[in-house]
RNA sequence: GUGGGUGUAGCUCAGUUGGCAGAGCGCCAGAUUGUGGUUCUGGAUGUCGUGGGUUCAAAUCCCAUCACUCACCCCA
């Protein structure tokens, strides 16, 4: 037990691992069900690309990047990925071709945070990012798609919020009305906020101390300083999610942390994961193609953090999940003879796509048989001496005890036409 | 980076005023030397997180340290 896993990291063992797998199979169906195409980009990429993207004075970029350096290049590992969807879209020129692309992710991130329930330092999010388009129904789409994976998965017990921050002038003006508000009671706010009126003032509005929310809470709404075209284009979706029947409320406070975003912002929250609530979160960066050197195309898009998903899931008792390795055969050998026979038989069986198994621990018959029994095999053939020698075999049913006889060379034909027929009852889904 | 909680068997955890380290589950074996589940019987497994101190004697008291965990900060 010398060397453990670092601080913050986990290892996903195979029990757990096929949850994994079918949160990602179920985020790529209603993906693609929905027209957003897989993108993979590195997993680190130049530290620059985080740092101007996600934003200088962000505690991402100022605390949390794993950075390291060969040559001349210094790297971070990546503390999200739509500074590199971004990247990818430009330098491969996608806008040329066509200026419109859907595409979704799922991987790890890191980020050097101290980790507590529903965080860690290497997680893994699922996100999607819709770019070259300003469209509100866009937007629309995103959290819509997100609410029916969550369907498709069967979790419930989330709230949506939403809010804009509007585009540059509603939004200049409320940082004006903004700081305004907090300078005048700037006595009454915490250390971080009064440094946040200069740094950033919206983020004041994420506060969780009591005093300074009694005063961001008490000041202006960024809803009543929208312009109407701002005020129009929100409405738009709300409206959509509305006629979609999904439910949603809207807070003139929300704001979200990462600098890139402009416009709609929008979190899902969920009950029971501890002070880190949010399952998914996300919103429009119309300016980051173009900042970053692309097309002035807009952008939007959002990322669902896969350990809470899981979390989520297991709590609301969802987390079950089909074992894969599941056996619909184990040939149980009586004494060491028959092995190399049963080898041969096991493999002929895998290849004719029938999921056989045989010991490989030297056990009695009896422990292969409990074995058998408890890795779920629907079927069970005892080979010994005696079948060698006559060639016949049974196939057991292990849930009628019924025996069907085969030989060494029936014995795959009798077992797949067995494992079509009947579907042995055992509950699927 | 800051604060609280917890470290005892593979897992979940008991362990009294300091006196031989325990239970449940799981695992292994046996109950007609070729057949699973249920049941019964038996068995194995410990750096009591680590290092030091107090004491005749420490899982227990003290100090330090590490790890895990929850929360703050911030975020998915």
Redesign the pocket.
Known sequence: ?AI?????T?DILPDRATLWNRVEAAARKVFHLYGYGEIRTPIFESVKLFASSIGET???VEK?MYIFQKGRETYALRP?ATASVVRAYIEHNLHKTRAFQKFYYIGP?F?A????????RQ???IGVEAIGSADPLLDAECITMAADLFGELGVGGFTITLNTLGTDESRGRYREVLSLHLRQNRDALCE?CRA?IERNVF?AL????EGCRRITRSGPNVQDHLTDADRESFEKVTNALTGAGVAHEVDGFLV???DYYTGLVY??LHGGL?????????GRYDHLVADRGGPDVGATGF??????LIMALVDAQRGEAKDPRTPQVML?N?GDEPRTRIFQLVLELRRRNVAAEMDHEA?????Q??????LGAPF?A??????LESGR??I?N??T?E?TPATFDTIADVLTSKLKAPAPKHSES
């Open positions: 037990m453990k896993a670092p601080r913050g986990f962000t505690d991402i949390e999200e991130m980020r945070e101290r980790p507590q329930a529903g965080r860690f997680f893994h999010q971080n946040r983020r994420d506060c969780k101390v979200r942390g990462l979190e899902f501890g002070a880190q609530n949010a399952i998914c979160a996300g990322a669902l953090g896969m350990e809470r149980v009586v056990r009695s018959t009896k422990a048989m409990r074995a058998a029994n408890r069970v005892v080979i010994g001496e005696d079948e075999l049974k057991k292990m849930h005890g025996e």
